[in-house]
């Protein structure tokens, strides 16, 4: 089975660091690009950037760009989404999904991952 | 960077009606890169279309997409009560992925 597992919900503190983790199974990881997506609490979807695992290139949303980190270790079939300094703006939903190498479209979806920071 | 812009942004309608949403981007998008999702509470997205116009694996056939250039729409040609969710539109034709802001689609 095709599926991307996400590590638990995290609760920080403004100004502390964050790595959350998103772990590809049940298909070549290396093959498929993998993205990330914020939704704030009872709002829309974000596209906030992707990698390619095979050689960890990535791009970033403007809106994004400076303010996350993504990356990947393809030898364990993991991309991570990474803060340096986390706001309470920051407090949301984090899903990864896999990219369609033809379409574009992202047909397999992590379950998701709650971030909440809060002093 | 390509701004989609969904409409209506609530639509309430009875089981059995059709429901047609639309979905309007600020540059022309390749056909290959319009996407449709339907997320229902508590759950992640789901994909329902791809490419503009295909069916991802076991999606209903009453869910139908349509559209080119800047102009696309997706059609639940008769209303389920397990359709109730928010539906999105996605490009990702520009390095990028960018997601409409979303319809909410209820039961009258």
């Known amino acids: 089975e095709v599926q991307l597992v996400q590590s638990g919900a995290e609760v920080k503190k403004p100004g502390e660091s964050l790595r959350i983790s998103c772990k590809g199974s049940?298909?070549?990881?290396?093959?498929?690009?993998i993205s990330w997506v914020r939704q704030m609490p009872g709002k829309g979807l974000e596209w906030m950037g992707r990698?390619?695992?095979?050689?960890?290139?990535?791009n970033y949303s403007p809106s994004f760009q400076g303010h996350v980190t993504i990356s990947a270790d393809k030898s364990i079939s993991t991309a991570y989404l990474q803060w340096s300094s986390l706001k309470a703006s920051d407090t949301a939903m984090y899903y990864c999904?896999?990219?369609?190498?033809?379409?574009?479209?992202?047909?397999?979806w992590g379950q998701g991952t709650t971030v909440t920071v809060s002093s | 960077e390509i701004v989609l812009a969904q409409s209506p942004g609530t639509l309430s309608l009875s089981p059995g009606e059709r429901a047609t949403l639309s979905c309007r981007a600020t540059?022309?998008?390749?056909?290959?890169?319009l996407a449709w999702y339907q997320q229902k509470p508590g759950q992640a997205p789901r994909l329902l279309i791809y490419?503009?116009?295909s069916r991802a694996t076991g999606i209903p056939d009453r869910f139908s997409g349509s559209g080119s250039g800047t102009d696309f729409t997706l059609t639940i040609s008769s209303l389920e009560p397990e359709d109730i969710a928010v539906y999105y539109c996605?490009?990702?034709?520009?390095?990028?992925?960018?997601f409409g802001q979303g319809t909410k689609v209820e039961i009258k």
């Open positions: 540059q022309s998008v390749s056909s290959n890169y």
């Open positions: 049940g298909y070549s990881f290396t093959n498929y690009w």
């Open positions: 490419g503009a116009s």
């Open positions: 996605q490009q990702s034709g520009t390095s990028s992925g960018t």
């Open positions: 990698i390619d695992p095979s050689d960890s290139y990535s």
């Open positions: 999904a896999r990219v369609h190498p033809t379409y574009g479209d992202y047909g397999v």
